[in-house]
T-cell receptor, first 114, second 112 residues
Framework: GAVVSQHPSWVICKSGTSVKIECRSL??????MFWYRQFPKQSLMLMAT?????????EQGVEKDKFLINHASLTLSTLTVTSAHPEDSSFYIC??????????FGPGTRLTVL | QQQVKQSPQSLIVQKGGISIINCAYE??????FPWYQQFPGKGPALLIA?????SEKKEGRFTISFNKSAKQFSLHIMDSQPGDSATYFC???????????FGKGTHLIIQP
């Protein structure tokens, strides 16, 4: 149990375009999902908290107009990177909260912006 | 401000040995301390977690030791195997709705 999927697993796009990443909890409902970013050989940094049916909460320094988050159902959250630039290239990982504090992570999405 | 400090940055252990990774936190409001294992190109996988009301938790070969007064917690991997070679992250969070604050990670290599 507690499986989280992400789609796509990797994406390459041109600078200035937008990219959408999906995060799904496959076998449980998650009222809260989280989005993290991980640069090569670095740790995971929390970007935002996504609550079903309400606006996402962004961490300090994360541009909410650039990283659009939608949590339309209890099993799906999406992250859209708008007007992507090469510095947005990173590994984006979502997690879903099962019970209390436990978070289960998706496999990640490798974004490369040319 | 780094709220969770992890050490060592890298660790090499012989097969069958004990791997020990340490973390220290600053925020006394943290009340959940998980450890994650991550392989290259994959998402982190939850290994084991502890809350401040217990000093030790064991699951198979993995043990968390927690020292509330010192604000430190550690992961012990007993009988380390080559398949344990990965990057390990400690983390902490406040309450059930908060995201995780991660340590910088430890790259563990188990030599056969």
């Amino acid at each position: 149990g507690a499986v989280v999927s992400q789609h796509p697993s990797w994406v390459i796009c041109k600078s200035g375009t937008s990219v959408k990443i999906e995060c799904r909890s496959l076998d449980f409902q998650a009222t809260t999902m989280f989005w993290y970013r991980q640069f090569p050989k670095q740790s995971l940094m929390l970007m935002a908290t996504s609550n079903e049916g309400s606006k996402a909460t962004y961490e300090q320094g994360v541009e909410k107009d650039k990283f659009l988050i939608n949590h339309a159902s209890l099993t799906l959250s999406t992250l859209t990177v708008t007007s992507a630039h090469p510095e947005d290239s990173s590994f984006y990982i979502c997690s879903a909260r099962l019970v209390q504090n436990e978070q289960f992570f998706g496999p990640g999405t490798r974004l490369t912006v040319l | 401000q780094q709220q969770v400090k992890q050490s060592p940055q890298s660790l090499i252990v012989q097969k069958g040995g004990i791997s020990i990774i340490n973390c220290a936190y600053e925020n006394t409001a943290f009340d959940y301390f998980p450890w994650y294992q991550q392989f290259p190109g994959k998402g982190p996988a939850l290994l084991i977690a502890i809350r401040p009301d217990v000093s030790e938790k064991k699951e198979g070969r993995f043990t968390i030791s927690f020292n509330k007064s010192a604000k430190q917690f550690s992961l012990h991997i007993m009988d380390s195997q080559p398949g344990d070679s990965a990057t390990y992250f400690c983390a902490a969070s406040i309450g059930g709705a908060d995201g995780l604050t991660f340590g910088k990670g430890t790259h563990l290599i188990i030599q056969p």
